[in-house]
């Protein structure tokens, strides 16, 4: 004996099919998403005065913003800077930490993972700064780190600026 099915029956099954597909899709969706880095900008007058210092500090020797960023980042979690640099060009990175950190790092590494450059403080300086000729025009990775002094302030704000010469 054939089934037939007829335009109301029909109708229902292919409804309930098409929201059950598009339920399981939903699910399977955000249970396989990555989470995300999303850098959040921050505010706090002490970076900027740094900031500002080095920036005429470095204007002086012939050197020109070409990046800046204010981050929100979390105490002891680096926090990745994709940066193009062109190779024989000099630069000069500078990253300035919050005064209520303990330690500062900021490391580069080149498109191949090769790191390229380290800089550590302590807090003695909230301030790092390094000089640095890529060796060849690609992207470049930029990524700082700092680990705060008070175990439950876990947000802490952070100021990076790029520095291109060009006198």
Not at 89 to 97: C, E, K, L, R
Request: net charge positive; charged share 20%.
């Amino acid at each position: 004996m054939v089934t037939r099915f007829t335009l109301p029956q029909f109708n229902s099954l292919f409804i309930r099919l098409f929201l059950t597909t598009i339920f399981l899709c939903a699910i399977f969706n955000s249970a396989f998403s990555q989470n995300r880095i999303v850098q959040k900008a921050c505010f706090d007058s002490t970076l900027k005065q740094q900031a500002d210092s080095l920036k005429e500090f470095l204007a002086q020797k012939g050197f020109i913003v070409v990046r800046e960023a204010t981050m929100t980042m979390e105490s002891q979690y680096e926090m990745p800077i994709i940066v193009p640099l062109t190779d024989g060009t000099w630069y000069q990175f500078a990253f300035i930490g919050d005064h209520g950190s303990k330690l500062f790092e900021a490391r580069m590494y080149d498109w191949v993972e090769r790191q390229v450059a380290y800089v550590k403080n302590g807090i003695e300086s909230n301030v790092i700064m390094f000089p640095y000729i890529p060796k060849s025009t690609e992207y470049h990775v930029l990524k700082t780190v700092q680990v705060s002094n008070n175990k439950k302030r876990k947000e802490l704000c952070g100021y990076v600026i790029m520095f291109k010469k060009v006198k």
